[in-house]
């Protein structure tokens, strides 16, 4: 029994760096989620007869949104929906499921490192066939579609059991629940080896911050790796997340960090976010910056099974370091520069130009499917232990012996007044050419653009993507407003300072970035035009 409901146009459902994120509050408004998600069938015109993979992380409201995804998808044509028991999916085994069962895109239904609850966030993202992010244009299309739709379809009648794997049935249309984990898990033994893993004798940590990756993680750490019971930490999926904000960095994974610069610290520490896309890899004593652990995994990928072939290329997201550049001229393979989001790697994946990609923010992944992909970072890290025998600390120091170090930090100010930092990034802007030459403190600046992204594969041009300022001698600072926030503005400056072999190494990364600290704030005004003296978060 087909419905359609006439429904008023919201205007602010734009799609931001992942999707459509809002407070829960906003989402449960009237029809707003089946605005959205009608919104997206609009503009998916090979729809009828196809199958879409829908599932979530777990969170507050991910029940309630799946169960109407499912029944609109029914009244749009679909003829088959995959969707992970419990309406669990991580957002990595999504992408999988997509490009093993040929459908033509799913639904995730995540917030991802936002904090979960009713009080928190609620967010819809489409991914297409390849498995990834819908390109900008799809989303712009949805985003034009959501701001004149004015009714949406939906099958009332008929119960769906979310937690019974096996075959459904509702308005014509097959309802396939399935194991969220095997088929990733299956996955992830084709690409390392399990054996040397089990067989190295390593202690790991892993906290999967009650979040999505704790079946995954027992799955494949506990029960297939035989590491110990325990190892896996905060497993159980929370819809609130135990009220925690589920974002792997040494401010909301404090414990583990504490763990893990210990006496008895175990050999790895590690954690995923709230949909299971990022990780933090901490060794003892010792914590790997996201945009190192790019790079020393691409330099020591080949020791794993799926990459003994080497790598065909290298991306990295524009405020990600350097580090990554390195190493691909080192291999002699190409590097890119994407802007911030995983939707822009999903081309040169699917072209073969790249092997291995990464963001600053804790996102790592390869081409086995089309999104960042927390535990494969994990156990990419494992495998390489495994395979030379050498602690964490052992392979950064040596990394940067032979490449040098690329000294990094972000700083974010969050809940800015958005005009307050909209001012701000405009003034900047406006002066980006008279920066050239300039001198502030010790540093003179070399060169200063606002971003853009020619995609050498689709010929289309994203700009205003981040301010980039450059230091004489390799030094930058970035700056760009957040998308994914769902209250004022979060304005992230992005801080780095090479130091070739010849270099201080070992030095401490505040020490090393604190002039450029001081010239981003002379350069930005940031004191000036948010009122804020200190960042919210360092990561
Ligand atoms: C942030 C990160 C970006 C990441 C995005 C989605 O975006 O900076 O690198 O791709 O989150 O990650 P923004 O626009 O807030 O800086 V996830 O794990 O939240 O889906
Ligand atoms: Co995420």
Not at 259 to 265: R, S, W
Not at 449 to 465: E, L, P
Not at 474 to 500: D, H, I, M
Request: hydrophobic share 40%.
């Amino acid at each position: 029994m087909i419905e359609t409901v006439s429904t008023t146009a919201f205007t602010d459902q734009k799609p931001g760096t992942s999707g459509l994120r809002k407070k829960v509050k906003v989402f449960q408004q009237q029809h707003y989620a089946e605005n959205f998600i009608q919104a997206v069938f609009d503009v998916l015109d090979d729809r009828a007869g196809a199958t879409l993979v829908i599932g979530g992380d777990g969170r507050f409201l991910n029940r309630v949104v799946i169960d109407k995804a499912i029944r609109m998808a029914a009244a749009n044509g679909f003829s088959r929906v995959l969707v992970g028991q419990g309406g669990i999916l991580s957002t990595p085994a999504a992408s999988n499921l997509i490009r093993q069962s040929g459908a033509i895109g799913g639904l995730i239904l995540s917030a991802s490192h936002n904090p979960g609850g009713p009080d928190e966030d609620f967010g819809i993202k489409y991914n297409v066939g390849n498995g990834g992010p819908a390109p900008e244009k799809i989303t712009e299309a949805i985003y034009a579609r959501t701001r004149t739709i004015d009714a949406y379809r939906i099958v009332t009648a008929g119960e769906i059991d979310l937690d019974r794997v096996g075959t459904q049935e509702l308005g014509g249309m097959t309802v396939e629940i399935v194991d969220p984990v095997g088929a990733y898990a299956d996955l992830m033994a084709t690409l390392f080896d399990f054996t040397a893993i089990r067989g190295a004798g390593l202690t790991v940590a892993f906290d999967a911050m009650s979040a999505v990756t704790g079946p995954y993680a027992t799955e494949i750490l506990e029960c297939r790796l035989g590491f110990a019971e325990g190892t896996v930490r905060n497993g159980t999926p929370l819809e609130d997340f135990g009220g925690h904000h589920p974002d792997p960095n040494l401010v909301h994974a404090r414990e583990l960090y504490d763990l893990m610069v210990a006496e008895d610290a175990p050999d790895f520490g590690a954690a995923s976010d709230g949909d299971g896309d990022r990780n933090l890899i901490i060794g003892r004593g010792i914590f790997i910056t996201p945009s190192d652990s790019l790079a020393m995994l691409a330099a020591n990928a080949h020791l794993a099974p799926a990459y003994a072939k080497g790598l065909k290329g290298i991306a990295r997201s524009m405020p990600t370091s350097a580090a990554a550049d390195r190493v691909a001229d080192a291999l002699e393979i190409p590097a890119f520069e994407t802007p911030t989001g995983w939707k822009f790697f999903g081309n040169l994946l699917d072209a073969g130009r790249v092997t291995i990609c990464g963001e600053e923010s804790a996102g790592t992944g390869s081409d086995h499917v089309r999104e960042k992909d927390g535990l494969w970072a994990v156990l990419l890290w494992l495998n390489i232990l495994a395979a030379t025998g050498k602690s964490v600390r052992q392979i950064a120091e040596e990394h940067w012996a032979r490449f040098g170090r690329n000294y990094y930090a972000r700083h974010d100010y969050e809940g800015v007044d958005s005009a307050a930092a909209d001012a701000l990034m405009a003034t900047l802007r406006d002066k980006l050419a008279h920066l050239p030459g300039q001198k502030v403190g010790d540093l003179t600046i070399e060169a200063a653009d606002d971003f853009a992204y020619h995609d050498s594969t689709d010929g289309s041009v994203s700009s205003n993507q981040g301010v980039r300022v450059l230091f004489a001698g390799g030094s930058r600072v970035v700056f760009r407003l957040s998308g994914t926030g769902t209250s004022g503005a979060t304005l992230r400056v992005y801080l780095e300072r090479y130091e070739p072999v010849s270099g201080q190494l070992d030095a401490d990364t505040t020490q090393m970035l604190a002039d450029i600290a001081s010239a981003a704030d002379a350069i930005a005004g940031i004191v000036r035009h948010t009122g804020r003296t200190q960042p919210d978060v360092v990561t």
